[in-house]
Structures are given as structure tokens and as C-alpha cells.
């Protein structure tokens, strides 16, 4: 069984930044670790993936450039930096844990673990 613990997020205004942390215990071995983000009365949308193998990362089109996933030498803790944002990066954001190919990383089936949720509001 995998928990994942989430930290950070708050309310800021636009062009500030913010760090999400989200720390996974248990058997966490070969789990891809991943950020999605849900505003309200929207389906949850991919934000940003990290491989387990070889650490390569994708984002979405929307945070490109401004969003950095990243994870700490022991893989138990993934981390996304965010830069610049957004009033349309208002959202809960939640981190996701499991093994995706990379036709799939981008969907929320591919995950079966998933963190409690963190708020994330960015005002004008």
C-alpha cells in the first residue's frame, strides 16, 4: 500500500510562486510520480509527470516553462516549483503515484495512488 502526504499550496496573487511536496511511504518501488489539478466544476487535468526510470518529465501546454516537477535522490518525495502563476492556476492540486507507460502518463487512470489534495489560489 502506498500513502502519499501532501504539503504546501495557500493563497497568492499573480507572479508569485509556490512549492507543492508530496512525500510517499510504503511500497513506492518503480512508481511514477505525478501532479494533476482540479478547479472547481472542472474535471481533474494533468499538470506534470515524472518517470520513475530515468527521471524524464512532461508537463502540460498550460504550465510549461512555468512549472518544474522534481524528486529527491531517494524518490520518496516529489516536489513542484511553481513560477509566475496564474489566476487560472487556481485549483486543488493532487499528487498521483503509479506505473504509466508514456502514451498514458497524462491520464489520471493511470495512477492508484493519490495524495489528500492541497488548495492553490492565485488572485489578480
Known amino acids: 500500500q502506498v500513502q502519499l502526504l501532501q504539503s504546501g499550496g495557500g493563497f497568492v496573487q499573480a507572479g508569485a510562486s509556490l512549492r507543492l511536496s508530496c512525500t510517499a511511504s510504503?511500497?513506492?518501488?518503480?512508481?511514477?510520480m505525478a501532479w494533476f489539478r482540479q478547479a472547481l466544476g472542472q474535471e481533474r487535468a494533468f499538470v506534470a509527470n515524472?518517470?520513475?526510470?530515468?527521471?524524464?518529465?512532461y508537463y502540460a501546454d498550460s504550465v510549461k516553462g512555468r512549472f518544474t516537477i522534481s524528486r529527491d535522490n531517494a524518490k520518496t518525495t516529489v516536489f513542484l516549483q511553481m513560477n509566475d502563476l496564474k489566476p487560472e492556476d487556481t485549483a486543488v492540486y493532487y499528487c498521483?503515484?503509479?506505473?504509466?507507460?508514456?502514451?498514458?502518463?497524462?491520464?489520471?487512470?493511470?495512477?492508484?495512488?493519490w495524495g489528500q489534495g492541497t488548495q492553490v489560489t492565485v488572485s489578480s
Open positions: 498521483a503515484a503509479g506505473s504509466a507507460i508514456t502514451s498514458t502518463v497524462r491520464r489520471a487512470s493511470s495512477y492508484a495512488h
Open positions: 515524472i518517470r520513475w526510470h530515468g527521471g524524464t518529465t
Open positions: 510504503g511500497q513506492t518501488r518503480s512508481s511514477d
